[in-house]
């Protein structure tokens, strides 16, 4: 079987009722309706843990940016960090 995929295309699998695997394509937007549906969570908060557990790690902002794809290092600092009080406890 050959798939025509699109850039945001995504395969997710299915179990069929005798119980054989089989993956299928699905759209970006029905991929991330999915992710909320099955961990209860939005594409976002993913992208939210990802950009603190860098920033944790002692990332730069740069390096954050380039992997989480943003353009504005302002935006990062913006809506995405969050001064939590063990970083706070580690500066006093």
């Known amino acids: 079987m050959q798939y025509k995929l699109k850039p945001g295309d995504y395969f997710v699998g ?3 009722q005798i119980g054989e695997y ?3 394509a ?3 937007t029905a991929y991330r309706k999915n992710l ?3 961990t209860g969570y939005a594409p976002y908060n993913f992208r939210k843990t990802q ?3 860098m920033h944790v790690a002692g ?3 740069s390096t954050i940016a380039k992997q989480t ?3 504005s290092l302002e935006t990062i600092d913006k809506h995405y960090l969050e001064v ?3 970083t706070l406890d580690k500066y006093l």
């Open 26 to 28: 699905i759209s970006e």
């Open 84 to 86: 939590s009080d063990p």
């Open 36 to 38: 909320k549906k099955w």
């Open 51 to 53: 950009v603190l557990s």
């Open 14 to 16: 299915e179990v069929s």
């Open 69 to 71: 794809g943003h353009k």
């Open 59 to 61: 990332a730069d902002l």
């Open 22 to 24: 089989k993956s299928r």
